[in-house]
């Protein structure tokens, strides 16, 4: 087994089945993909608000260095093994009516707790909202979450280039978690010369521009990874193939080869490849596609909306270098 694993569970957990997990030496934590998004009693367990598209039940996130300690800090679940911590913050439905708000208050819990618990450097952040594009221009969820975050990050320090990997995805639950994996070391980003980084967009994209990086280079128990970012149909800063799935699911594919080519991989070590899609109906055409390239038990696809309108897939890997 890898040092570093996110692995699907293909069959219908019950709760008893995240608890025997949580036990076992070397789990971090399980993500759930039950359509909840609400906090739960106790640590480890991270209900994603996504539902799957198939029998996926869990993401087990395995680093095997010992069994995690686990707490809850200022509404923080937090999780840590080793050099590694996985923590999650939740913001309820109540909270999400002021989304930019919540989201500038649960960034500086999260990022707050971390610092405080000796890991300053989050390197892969995950971002699941509420009707993420909803509303109209500047008022669009999804862009005030942006203003949100950014504020935060400007807190914290932490500056443009310094900005992790991330996922922003809008869930059909209630409520809002963000949960990330940092580090008491610093990684490396990378951007793909095929497009813009995403904190330099134009302001047509709202009054912040998305804070994150392409992918993020982290060497963890003496390996070096590459967490990719939500890879999605763009070049340079423009949505390509408007209602298209397949020419979009080719350039999310190349956006993503280039990426793993520029970090020196190998695209048969991709893993963790979960696949958010917009259109149920895109279902089986997605999964035609991709298979001829991944592994099929490292595709997790699941129901999502992407944060622009016009885009019907994002894809978010692993890769193991």
Excluded at 60 to 77: K, L, S, W
Excluded at 211 to 229: M, P, Q, V, W, Y
Aim: net charge negative.
């Amino acid at each position: 087994m890898s040092i570093f694993v996110q692995e699907y569970i293909s069959s219908r957990a019950a709760a008893s089945d995240v608890g025997e997990l949580l036990n076992q030496d070397g789990v971090l934590a399980v993500v759930g993909y039950t359509g909840d998004c609400l906090e739960p009693a106790a640590p480890g367990y991270i209900p994603s608000g996504l539902s799957p598209f198939g029998q996926t039940a869990l993401e087990v996130i395995r680093y095997p260095f010992g069994r995690a300690e686990r707490g809850i800090t200022d509404r923080c679940h937090w999780n840590v093994i080793g050099d590694l911590i996985c923590a999650a913050t939740w913001i309820s439905p109540a909270e999400c009516l002021d989304v930019e708000a919540a989201t500038e208050q649960a960034y500086d819990r999260i990022l707050g707790v971390a610092e405080q618990l000796g890991f300053a450097f989050p390197f892969r952040i995950w971002n699941l909202l509420p009707q993420i594009n909803q509303g109209a221009g500047d008022q669009e969820i999804y862009k005030r979450f942006c203003s949100g975050r950014m504020r935060a990050f400007t807190r914290h320090g932490m500056a443009a280039a310094e900005y992790p990997a991330a996922s922003a995805v809008g869930h059909h639950a209630d409520g809002a978690v963000i949960y990330l994996l940092a580090a008491a070391k610093p990684s490396r980003n990378l951007e793909n010369p095929l497009q813009m980084p995403a904190y330099t967009y134009p302001r047509e994209y709202g009054p912040c521009s998305p804070s994150f990086a392409r992918a993020t280079r982290i060497e963890l128990g003496g390996k070096d990874f590459l967490f990719i970012s939500g890879t999605a149909s763009i070049l340079g800063h423009s949505t390509q193939a408007p209602d298209d799935i397949v020419s979009q699911l080719e350039v999310t594919q190349a956006n993503i080869a280039q990426l793993v080519a520029q970090a020196g991989g190998s695209g048969d070590k991709l893993s963790a490849l979960r696949v958010y899609l917009r259109h149920p109906e895109h279902l089986d055409v997605a999964r035609a596609l991709l298979e001829r390239t991944y592994a099929a038990g490292h595709l997790n696809f699941v129901h999502a909306d992407i944060c622009r309108q016009q885009l019907l897939v994002e894809i978010e890997a692993l890769v193991e270098l």
